[in-house]
């Protein structure tokens, strides 16, 4: 079982739609028994909390339902998961050091990298902008580059695996 672990700051806006839109994309392909995903925050301001209200609404929006309940990333995610995907270069920066203060290897550039790396319509700047002082509009984009980037993400675990899309 491959396991992807989406992080980042409070794990209550842009991880719960990655890990939402993420679990759709997976039970759309028929791959649960190969590949599963979780999301965490580098902080633990809002531990067991649901998703910000704007997140819920907007994945609802697009039939995903998100029941996530925030929790911060610990050491042990760091051994649990097979990929560690982060939403900015500020997430990137903290996970980077939980790795070194855990006396942990560096990570490789598979195991821990942005997700927008899988953004086919990035230009510039590569981090998933947070939208938590933002509008419905901002949630709504988020959404937008969370899903392709998820897409071109899980076809590359698909290649990488051999596995068959098995599209419900």
């Not at 997140?55 to 051994?79: N, P, S, Y």
């Not at 903290?94 to 942990?104: I, R, S």
């Not at 590569?126 to 949630?139: A, I, N, R, T, W």
């Amino acid at each position: 079982m491959v396991k992807v672990l989406f992080v980042c700051l409070g794990n209550i806006c842009r991880s719960p739609i990655a890990e939402g839109v993420f679990k759709d994309l997976i039970q759309k392909n028929g791959l649960e028994d190969k590949i599963s995903c979780d999301s965490a925050g580098t902080a633990g301001w809002h531990e067991g909390q649901l998703p910000d209200r704007r997140a819920i609404k907007i994945a609802l929006d697009h039939g995903i339902a998100l029941a996530h309940k925030g929790r911060e990333i610990t050491a042990a995610d760091l051994d649990t998961f097979d990929h560690i995907v982060v939403m900015d270069e500020s997430n990137f920066k903290d996970v980077y050091e939980l790795y070194y203060k855990t006396k942990h290897s560096n990570p490789a550039a598979e195991k821990l990298f942005l997700l927008r790396d899988y953004d086919p319509n990035v230009r510039g700047i590569k981090e998933v902008p947070d939208p938590y002082y933002g509008s419905e509009l901002d949630f709504e984009e988020v959404f937008h580059i969370v899903q392709r980037s998820n897409e071109a993400l899980l076809n590359s675990l698909i290649e990488k695996h051999g596995w068959q899309h098995q599209a419900q």
